[in-house]
């Protein structure tokens, strides 16, 4: 289930524009880290950013309002004869502190905890972080989408992520981007958890957050993945679901099957081909099943000629 941005604004579906700014200073400037001090803020901070990123520019609400978070960071599909049906997916940037100084701009709020020359103070026992013992941030947890293209084949993705690192003198922080690289396995499910050890921000007496990303798989146009099964339904007519027919099915790595139905199809009939599903994860070798479905499409109206010949053919 995607996070709900509008219920991270603590707003309805029909904020305006108005409304998402208004939502954002007001929990933004609560929930700052340099404000408070409890562990979950800085990912609370880090949602608030990402839910105004995506509601304060039109075209980013559009695509999710419309397609939700799957459709806005796994793409929308395009026409299916295109090489590339997807577009782009959205990524986040992972900065919150860019989104919040870019809304506030040079009226910082937070200016009482900063040095005059823009550096960041260490605050006392109390303030952002205490002195005492050294604790890890809660785990930075993204979604990875991907089509199952990617994950019949296996593939390499690369990701920019923009961290807060520590300077060279222990005391100040900068903000600088790093590419992860995953490398994504054939018959990877959708689940699967990509963790990257304390690659998340750095501060003074604080463990750096694990990213974890967790696989997403993108809506295919033709096949929907049952564990290690692929599942296509095929549309035919009813003369042909009953005297027999051949189904064409275009594979994940694109060969032409031609598939021949020999049975009567009923609604309940599932044609199955063995060794063309996904590859099992624990032997790549081996692939799962094709199960084809159908759905059988019935004349809308018959001649009376045309109904005394299946009456005869039928009935008899």
Not at 41 to 65: N, T
Not at 80 to 92: I, T
């Amino acid at each position: 289930m995607g996070q709900d941005y509008y219920a991270v604004l603590e707003l309805g579906r029909g904020a305006t524009d108005a409304d998402i700014k208004r939502a954002y200073r007001k929990l933004a400037l609560k929930n700052h880290p340099l404000k408070c001090s409890e562990p979950w803020a800085p990912e609370r901070f880090r949602q608030l950013a990402e839910a105004y990123d995506v509601l304060s520019d039109p075209m980013k609400k559009g695509i999710y309002d419309k397609f939700g978070e799957e459709g806005l960071k796994g793409g929308i599909p395009l026409e299916f004869g295109d090489d590339n049906p997807w577009s782009a997916g959205y990524v986040f940037h992972n900065n919150p502190y860019k989104v919040f100084k870019e809304f506030f701009g040079g009226d910082n709020p937070f200016a009482e905890f900063f040095a005059e020359d823009g550096s960041e103070l260490i605050l006392p026992f109390g303030g952002l972080r205490g002195r005492g013992a050294m604790k890890q941030d809660p785990p930075v947890v993204r979604d990875l989408y991907l089509s199952l293209e990617d994950l019949f084949h296996g593939c390499t993705k690369k990701i920019k992520i923009s961290r807060r690192v520590m300077n060279e003198d222990g005391q100040t922080s900068s903000i600088k981007d790093k590419i992860l690289t995953i490398d994504v396995q054939p018959g990877w499910r959708q689940g699967t958890r990509i963790t990257f050890e304390k690659e998340g921000d750095q501060g003074p007496n604080v463990i750096p957050a694990d990213i974890t990303f967790v696989v997403q798989e993108k809506i295919h146009p033709r096949f929907k993945r049952v564990n290690d099964n692929l599942i296509f339904v095929a549309t035919i007519p009813l003369g042909k679901a009953l005297v027999g027919c051949t189904v064409d099915v275009r594979t994940l790595d694109g060969r032409l099957l031609n598939i021949p139905i020999n049975d009567i199809v009923d609604p309940k009939y599932c044609k199955v081909v063995p060794g063309e599903g996904m590859p099992r994860l624990e032997d790549t070798q081996h692939k799962g099943d094709l199960l084809i479905y159908f759905n059988i499409c019935f004349p809308k109206k018959l001649t009376p000629d045309k109904k005394m010949l299946l009456r005869s053919a039928l009935l008899s």
